[in-house]
């Protein structure tokens, strides 16, 4: 199965539009963790066991583990979701963005080294930069297009048309990759949930494109008005983030032993805000 | 001594603007090499020991040592040249963009794991995915801006200005790097040889800011027109990048165990055919 067909049926299958972003931060584990040479790896495991049932699709942001030279345990963690949770799809978000020689390697790194089913992408390089991933027929590729930061408007929401046809830079992005970059149908775009109007607008351009959404949770983005903005007519095509809420949600409560099971209840309460929207 | 003050003394000790750029492809190493489970080390520290004394910066990309799941060969490596040349700056090349947060890890895997005095950042997210690599302050912040390859005109080459103020969106990113992301003097750009007027016009905007020009040899940008263009009235403001051509130059000429003499020489006419036009 393709990257897209697997989400499309997590999405049925699970009843959800929750993705799980994997950020691990060693500070924040549970005393039971600390110090162990694997406690990155245990301690992402038993959040993707724990939620496996009620996402569309695990994000680790490989940032987390490459700080910690943990890149061996991020191998780990995806061979174990691939193994133990079989048609839930792992994106890798590393942002990447190079020459087409170099982009090459990511694709290796990314897709053969990780087996990752999905990469995100920078576009500022163009075309010929994305081209790489795309050679990969069964992989996603998801290009940054309004990013859910503060300073994401210092270029993004610039004005690249013309009176006659205002567009910003990020229209522009959505349009290209709907309209050109995605002719083998495995793109979909990163729109932030902190700008439910720009992923309406997002939604109104490339028809029924996925859109992974960060942004609700830590980063303040409202639930109820990114599902209205975003949802397609069957009530799909989002893969919404949260990250921190639901990896910590055991720190925030007690002394985290069980943050597996507070992960979980989050996440349940999550998909189901999500779903009341729907 | 900060990455700027080590490249300005490298300029001036070596008589250089040559950066190589350490760009590992294993099948293109010489037979006693190959099959070595250091090879990507020993390559790299021949590269780096044969041109030391030519170079005011070496450029390891990281890509093609995560395809080959050698990140601790790059530790390695980069110890190795700090240990042996002290005062040759290393750029990691990773072109990293991400939200605070996350550049924050990015930052210590950077910085802190792989002891760069450098890093190339991708601006489309905006100045605080910037701020966070901004916080150590010996090292360098490298912005792409116009970059090599055919489709960096996709976005790069957009108009964002006004009918009486035109301006292109790499001219924008170059203006908001100079006058304002640049406030601590640790910033520096990325803008390829393949475009030799808009290295001109990026000089034009940055003054005396640094910049890091990949695309000549493999990629085909001119070398007179690239130093007559970038060079400021200092005759230095430039890394010029060259890659492929020096760190293969053995591969073509013969089976390639003399590799690191055949770089060398190329290294010593290219920084002399850079030195002719400054």
């Given at each position: 199965?393709?990257?897209?067909?697997?989400?499309?049926?997590?999405?049925?299958?699970?009843?959800?539009?929750?993705?799980?972003?994997?950020?691990?931060?060693?500070?924040?584990?549970?005393?039971?963790?600390?110090?162990?040479?694997?406690?990155?790896?245990?301690?992402?495991?038993?959040?993707?066991?724990?939620?496996?049932?009620?996402?569309?699709?695990?994000?680790?942001?490989?940032?987390?583990?490459?700080?910690?030279?943990?890149?061996?345990?991020?191998?780990?963690?995806?061979?174990?979701?691939?193994?133990?949770?079989?048609g839930i799809p792992v994106i890798l978000d590393a942002k990447r963005g190079d020459i087409g020689s170099t982009a090459e390697q990511y694709a290796v790194e990314i897709f053969e080294r990780y087996q990752a089913d999905a990469i995100t992408v920078n576009p500022y390089m163009g075309r010929d930069s994305v081209d790489p991933y795309l050679t990969y027929p069964d992989k996603g590729v998801i290009l940054l297009c309004r990013t859910s930061n503060p300073g994401g408007s210092d270029l993004q929401f610039l004005e690249v048309g013309?009176?006659?046809?205002?567009?910003?830079?990020?229209?522009?992005?959505?349009?290209?990759?709907?309209?050109?970059?995605?002719?083998?149908?495995?793109?979909?775009?990163?729109?932030?949930?902190?700008?439910?109007?720009?992923?309406?607008?997002?939604?109104?351009?490339?028809?029924?494109?996925?859109?992974?959404?960060?942004?609700?949770?830590?980063?303040?983005?409202?639930?109820?008005?990114?599902?209205?903005?975003?949802?397609?007519?069957?009530?799909?095509?989002?893969?919404?983030?949260?990250?921190?809420?639901?990896?910590?949600?055991?720190?925030?409560?007690?002394?985290?032993?069980?943050?597996?099971?507070?992960?979980?209840?989050?996440?349940?309460?999550?998909?189901?805000?999500?779903?009341?929207?729907?």
């Open positions: 199965m393709t990257f897209i067909q697997s989400l499309n049926a997590a999405w049925t299958n699970n009843n959800s539009l929750l993705c799980v972003g994997i950020d691990p931060d060693p500070t924040k584990f549970p005393a039971h963790l600390k110090g162990r040479a694997d406690a990155i790896y245990e301690f992402c495991k038993g959040i993707a066991d724990a939620t496996a049932d009620l996402v569309c699709c695990f994000k680790p942001q490989i940032a987390y583990f490459a700080a910690q030279r943990a890149e061996d345990q991020l191998e780990a963690l995806i061979a174990h979701i691939h193994a133990t949770h079989p013309t009176a006659q046809h205002p567009e910003k830079l990020y229209e522009r992005v959505a349009r290209l990759v709907a309209s050109e970059w995605n002719s083998t149908g495995q793109c979909a775009l990163v729109v932030g949930a902190t700008f439910p109007a720009e992923i309406a607008r997002v939604r109104e351009i490339v028809g029924d494109l996925p859109l992974l959404v960060p942004g609700i949770g830590a980063q303040g983005g409202d639930v109820e008005a990114t599902v209205q903005a975003g949802r397609t007519a069957r009530g799909t095509g989002l893969m919404i983030n949260s990250s921190r809420a639901i990896l910590y949600a055991g720190a925030r409560e007690n002394s985290g032993e069980d943050y597996a099971d507070a992960a979980r209840r989050v996440a349940q309460e999550t998909r189901d805000t999500i779903n009341r929207y729907r």
